[in-house]
């Protein structure tokens, strides 16, 4: 027995489990390929670039084929300064997006002056039982170098049972030099499979930003 089989083998429990010292650039320099890990990585579905665009919207990839979605924002630029971002579902692949969703909303911010800092609860961007667009974050600035960035986590939309979770955290480079890390969650109070979402400001266009749509694998 060589002396790496034996490295290896004093390393394994007896119910088989290598311990992480058994794992070494020697232990696996001869090995090509791994079978695919199992839960939690992301598979990209789509991706979709905003050019003066009006809303973005995604009407297909929202399926049965995941239990969980997860879409990326990547400098999300309005064209109008300081408006929100917003979102809606839909259950009728994009002909209304009308989903009636109980939520809450709070936001961190600090200004680059170090003068102005806060965690607070947000009573104006939760609803209860409302139809409307829900606010991922706010008072995005228009300017050159502002944005917002972020991610929004969907889990099980092709459910005809439970209801539709969500949970989105964005940070924001504000029209006024802040900072603001805006959290919100909720649910979409619908047992209709849920296949389409779309985006937009509260006013303007979506100058430009990066979005993508992952499906996260199931374990």
Same mark, same amino acid.
Request: hydrophobic residues 35%; charged residues 10%; without cysteine.
């Given at each position: 027995?060589?002396?790496?089989?034996?490295?290896?083998? /004093?390393?394994?429990?007896?119910?088989?489990?290598?311990?992480?010292a058994g794992i070494t650039n020697s232990s696996v320099s001869?090995?090509?390929? *791994?079978?695919?890990?199992?839960?939690?990585?992301?598979?990209?579905?789509?991706?979709?670039?905003?050019?003066?665009?009006?809303?973005?919207?995604?009407?297909?990839?929202?399926?049965?084929?995941?239990?969980?979605?997860?879409?990326?924002?990547?400098?999300?630029?309005?064209?109008?300064?300081?408006?929100?971002?917003?979102?809606?579902?839909?259950?009728?692949?994009?002909? /209304?997006? @009308? %989903?009636?969703?109980t939520t809450t909303y709070f936001q961190a911010y600090h200004?680059?002056?170090?003068?102005?800092?806060?965690?607070?609860?947000?009573?104006?961007?939760?609803?209860?039982?409302?139809?409307? *667009?829900?606010?991922?974050?706010?008072?995005?600035? @228009?300017?050159?170098?502002?944005?917002?960035?972020?991610?929004?986590?969907?889990?099980?939309?092709?459910?005809?049972?439970?209801?539709?979770?969500?949970?989105?955290n964005l940070n924001t480079y504000t029209y006024h030099n802040?900072?603001?890390?805006?959290?919100?969650?909720?649910?979409? /109070?619908?047992?209709?499979? %849920?296949?389409?979402?779309? *985006?937009? *400001?509260?006013?303007?266009?979506?100058?430009?930003?990066?979005?993508?749509?992952?499906? %996260?694998?199931?374990?």
């Amino acid at each position: 027995m060589g002396s790496i089989t034996r490295s290896l083998a /004093n390393n394994i429990t007896t119910s088989g489990v290598i311990l992480p010292a058994g794992i070494t650039n020697s232990s696996v320099s001869a090995v090509t390929s *791994f079978a695919n890990a199992s839960g939690g990585t992301l598979i990209l579905l789509s991706t979709q670039t905003a050019s003066a665009s009006a809303t973005i919207s995604f009407t297909t990839g929202l399926d049965s084929t995941y239990d969980a979605y997860e879409f990326h924002f990547i400098n999300i630029r309005p064209a109008t300064d300081d408006v929100t971002f917003d979102f809606n579902m839909s259950t009728d692949s994009g002909s /209304n997006y @009308n %989903v009636t969703k109980t939520t809450t909303y709070f936001q961190a911010y600090h200004d680059e002056a170090d003068t102005g800092t806060s965690l607070a609860y947000d009573t104006a961007k939760d609803l209860a039982q409302s139809t409307a *667009f829900q606010t991922l974050e706010s008072a995005t600035g @228009n300017g050159a170098d502002e944005s917002s960035s972020g991610t929004l986590q969907i889990f099980n939309p092709s459910s005809t049972t439970y209801v539709k979770h969500f949970i989105a955290n964005l940070n924001t480079y504000t029209y006024h030099n802040y900072t603001i890390n805006a959290y919100s969650a909720g649910y979409g /109070n619908t047992t209709s499979a %849920v296949n389409a979402i779309q *985006f937009k *400001f509260s006013s303007g266009n979506i100058a430009d930003g990066i979005f993508k749509l992952y499906g %996260v694998k199931k374990s």
